[in-house]
């Protein structure tokens, strides 16, 4: 892959003018708050920009890879070498798109806001998303990562997904193609030679179900005070590792292990719940990376357990 160069510098400002940034700090665009520079961060106001984007850019062979909400994006301090597509300015839409005997279909675009999608349940008098009250992040990064609790995740209510494939076409993939995991989503190999090479997720449709609003919002705000009572305030991105099993939580491990209030620099593991990181003004990546080592370190020590981080980690 080749880095940015004049012409193609060109070619991104004359097709998105202002909403391309070359260098952009990504610790602007991350809920840690660190992280050095993109090449360039691109802020696609529709679908047709993305396509067109992708083509650009697998013309002139320059990486690329697209950002959710950066709330489960860990950017190293030399930054990116690549060019970052932000979905939020464009692609965040919600709406219902069809009533039917089984519930009720909403669908969301990749950059809209989860917290947004379940305010707008709530709204709409439908259940389903309750689990995801609270979780930040955008409905792409939720979907791809099958976000959720150890209760449900999205595989619960998703039906169907949109991707844009590295041939600039939209394809719809229902249950049936897409293979969850816990913390992932991959639909490569279902695919055959339906969707070949770098794809996009660009909107999902949810079942959800019809209920009684008062009752809705009861569970919500219980929702909510447990996550104030439970979760830490203050910069962070959510749970740092996956949980080796629901028996096994890594909050769990890690305060077992006499982690919590351990602090690296700007990073601290939260004295409320031991699988979160959180920064300080002064913190920077590295930070983050060497105490996520401590404890991963600590624990298989300990108990013989590997973590495996949660968060996604980019850059040099």
């Not at 996956?242 to 602090?263: F, T």
């Not at 959180?278 to 590295?286: D, F, P, Q, V």
């Amino acid at each position: 892959m080749t880095v940015l160069t004049k012409n193609l510098k060109k070619q991104l400002t004359k097709r998105f003018g202002a909403r391309v940034k070359f260098d952009e700090p990504m610790a602007q665009h991350t809920s840690w708050k660190v992280g050095g520079p993109a090449d360039a961060l691109v802020f696609a106001a529709d679908v047709l920009e993305v396509a067109d984007l992708i083509e650009i850019l697998s013309a002139a062979d320059t990486e690329w890879f697209v950002m959710g909400g950066g709330t489960n994006l860990l950017v190293k301090d030399s930054g990116i070498r690549a060019v970052v597509i932000c979905l939020q300015q464009g692609l965040d839409h919600i709406e219902i798109t069809e009533r039917n005997d089984d519930g009720v279909l909403v669908e969301a675009g990749a950059g809209a806001r989860l917290n947004s999608l379940c305010r707008y349940a709530a709204m709409q008098d439908l259940a389903g998303m309750q689990f995801a009250v609270g979780i930040p992040g955008s409905v792409g990064g939720a979907v791809l990562m099958n976000a959720g609790t150890g209760q449900k995740s999205m595989e619960s209510v998703l039906k169907e997904i949109d991707v844009l494939n590295s041939s600039g076409n939209i394809i719809s993939l229902g249950t049936d193609r897409l293979n969850f995991k816990y913390r992932a989503l991959s639909w490569e190999n279902s695919m055959g030679r339906a969707c070949h090479g770098a794809s996009v997720v660009i909107a999902a449709r949810l079942l959800l179900v019809p209920a009684h609003g008062k009752d809705l919002e009861a569970q919500y705000e219980a929702i909510l005070a447990r996550r104030g009572k439970t979760q830490p305030r203050g910069l962070s991105a959510g749970c740092v590792f996956k949980n080796p099993s629901s028996e096994m939580p890594a909050g769990r491990l890690i305060q077992e292990a006499g982690l919590k209030g351990m602090e690296i620099g700007g990073a601290r593991i939260s004295e409320i719940h031991a699988n979160f990181i959180i920064t300080g003004h002064k913190a920077k990546a590295s930070d983050i990376l060497k105490l996520m080592e401590a404890v991963r370190q600590k624990v298989r020590q300990r108990f013989d357990v590997v973590l495996e981080p949660e968060v996604k980690i980019v850059g040099e």
